[in-house]
């Protein structure tokens, strides 16, 4: 028992990528695993929205193609995302939320990762129907009022998603580090599921 405790503390800090199409809830499972976990959330999409709110050179070229429901370019993302890392010491483990959503950025995450003497820990994907993804979605913009929360924009991010994105997910399934959660149901069952999973995974 000691000895495993012992590990536990010096073991390397977790770094959990948390997968899904627009919709599947990333963002409302991403908070409640960094509050659980004591890990730095990091959302792509939170980051570039400021900068869009900001009216920074950045957010300008992010509104465009955040409106239309096109990914923002590779190279934007992973700056950003290795700004972020570069903020913490070597202890801190984060819960990456929107990002990778191509396979460049997650051979790029893997590199600031390792250049930080990080590794990813697990991919956890949730999956859920698509009829209830674009419900979900119009369902927020009626609460959080998201411009690209609309009929039009929702189609784009979901064929954004199934050509660019979803090839991340067999990336990390040939690493061995992808896990599929179902996510249908109440949040605090989904949030069960997930920590029961990296409960275990820490453990092992
Ligand atoms: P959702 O997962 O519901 O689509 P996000 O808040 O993660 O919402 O992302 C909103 C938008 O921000 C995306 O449609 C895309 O335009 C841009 N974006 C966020 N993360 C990335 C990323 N890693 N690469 C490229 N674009 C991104």
Redesign the pocket.
Known sequence: MCSKILLYIIKMPQNIVLFGP??SG??TQATRIAQRYSLVHL????I??KEVANQTELGKV?FA??QE????P?EI?IGMVGNKIAEYDARQGFVF??????VL?AKALDELLSQAGKSITCVISLEVAKEELIHR?LLRKGIEGRE?DNQQTIEN?LEEYHQKTLPVSEYYKSQNKLYTIDGNGEIETISERISNLIDKIISN
């Open positions: 627009p919709g990333k963002g959302s792509t999409g939170d570039l929205r992010a193609l955040m429901g096109k990914l923002v590779d993302v939320d929107g990002f990778p959503r191509t950025q979605l690209d991010r």
